[in-house]
């Protein structure tokens, strides 16, 4: 019997970002799926402890303890890796500021994080992947946008206004959906996909009658759960989506579709 076009067996991946609220989701939905994933975060110490958990439940893991918003870094590791399957750019920064507090640097600081890191990331890592590509026709970028580069927050859903998604944040998100377009035809002739998934209301922990106001805004009348984010990422990242490159897939309940 064939593989599944799912399955990831024998494909290496790499996680930015590795322990977040979505990015832990993301991880074991890769290892579930049969890869061994690269782990990624700034704390040693978490990300070990992070690690551990994995292996304790069967998956084949390891762990990169460096800053992903720091091009050196991302260079010196990438470029000692010899084939990566799946890039997923999940890794963010922001500050959580109202309209007049916003300064240039946080503008800076974000797109900075989102957009170039992402850049550095893929740039670097690019002959690993077109390793992977020649080795196994295909080999899979996937960046971490936001429903909030399509549409801006709507603030009446807000006690406090300034709660709302910082400013700098839906640009920066924007910009890494056209990243992702440059990227798959700077790379499709490598055989390397590049595409952008697009989370929506995915809150890690909300007060209740907020979580109540967001759940009404999707057409599904509900929340985003992490495990919601397992399946579009390994359909991106598999033989599944082998035709697929340049896209934007929303994961967001219907929320950008009214």
Known sequence: MSQSPFRLDGKTAFVSGSRGHLGAAMTRA???AGAHVIVNGRDDSALADFETGLRRDGHAVSRA???AFDSAAVRRFFGGLERLDILVNNAVAMQMKSFADVSPEDFAATY????TAGFEAVRAARPALAAAARASGDASVITIASMYGQVSPDARLYDDPARQSPFPYGPAKAAQVQLTRHLAAELGPQGIR?????PGPFPARVEAAFGARLAART????LGRPEDIAGPLLFLAAPAAAFVTGAALNVDGGWTAW
Request: charged share 15%; aromatic share 6%.
């Open 30 to 32: 890769l290892c579930e």
């Open 65 to 67: 303890a460096f800053d």
């Open 112 to 115: 900075a994080s989102a957009v």
């Open 194 to 198: 590049v595409n952008a998934l697009v």
């Open 219 to 222: 057409m599904l009348g509900r």
